[in-house]
């Protein structure tokens, strides 16, 4: 059963990370599911009880986040479901915290350095008024349409930093067969 669960949870979050790299939106079905995986995983570990306490907790900080205008509504929905996902064995929701604002840190200086770099590129782009082929090939197009966003200061995939730190936490809990214990 853990196994599953571990499996599951990585490939959704995942999914989560990808669908907000290529939309910037999560689907509104993706944090239900988590949620739900993340009671079931809870209830088997019998932290229930503080795993929605410590959700509850989250989704109240990231609502004012959001009044605010610094977080999407999705990644105030996403956040407190994944945080369920993780159980309290040597504090790993804490790193899991932790690890969050670091790579969501990290993503923001990262676009922060690229957008000189990419706002030039377009100015170029209009000045000469040429009309590119687009590109080929699915990995070609997506860094355009990233190099796109960044140049317009579009928001930041938020879900890539939530689930990277997620899947990072989870590992060691749901040791899964592809990724085997050293």
Known sequence: MTVICGTLAIALLLYAAL???????LPDWLAPCVLVLGIVVRF?????????????ATFVVLFAIWVLGYIGGGDVKFWPATAMLITPQLRPELNFFLLVFLLGG???LIYL??????????RRALLTRGVSA???GLLRRALR???????????????????AAAIVSLLPVFPLPVFPQL
């Open 19 to 25: 669908h907000d790299l290529a939309a910037r939106t």
């Open 44 to 56: 088997m570990d019998h932290t229930l009880e503080i795993g929605l306490l410590i959700a509850a």
């Open 106 to 108: 990290l993503l923001g």
């Open 113 to 122: 350095a690229m957008w000189p770099l990419l706002r030039h590129r377009r």
């Open 134 to 136: 687009p590109p080929r």
């Open 145 to 163: 349409a990233e190099a796109w966003r960044i140049s317009r200061k579009g928001h930041l995939p938020y879900a890539c930093a939530i689930s």
